[in-house]
């Protein structure tokens, strides 16, 4: 088992930037890739983004490519998501996942177990 813990969300203006940060414990996740979702209320969970398991490949959704990096410190057991340049339309609750299933669709949860609790990120105009 896994388990996710996301935080550095919060309150920021557009055009901020937010890191969030995603520590595991229980086992050490450099064996799997690791992913981002959001979610906003009566949406269903989109991805953001992924990264490999040893942090040299990495995959966005179109829509912040250019303004969130993910990244990891697998000696740390933890996975970042740095938010620059962030839009009211990025408001949503974010979660981080573990890659467990490689079919070949990154942005599919099906491909992910060991989901966070979600950190609330807030983008105000």
């Known amino acids: 088992q896994v388990q996710l813990v996301e935080s550095g969300g919060g309150l920021v203006q557009a055009g901020g930037s937010l890191r969030l940060s995603c520590a595991a414990s229980g086992r050490t996740i450099s064996s799997y890739g690791m992913g981002w979702f959001r979610q906003t209320p009566g949406k269903e969970r989109d991805f953001v983004a992924v990264?490999?398991?040893?942090?040299?490949?990495?995959y966005y959704t179109d829509s912040v490519k250019g303004r969130f990096t993910i990244s990891r410190d697998n000696a740390k057991n933890t996975v970042y998501l740095q938010m620059n340049m962030l839009k009211p339309e990025d408001t949503a609750v974010y979660y981080c996942?573990?890659?467990?299933?490689?079919?070949?669709?990154?942005?599919?949860?099906?491909?992910?177990?060991?989901w966070g609790q979600g950190t609330q990120v807030t983008v105000s105009s």
């Open positions: 990264i490999n398991q040893i942090g040299s490949a990495s």
């Open positions: 996942a573990v890659r467990t299933h490689y079919s070949g669709s990154f942005n599919s949860e099906g491909e992910y177990d060991y």
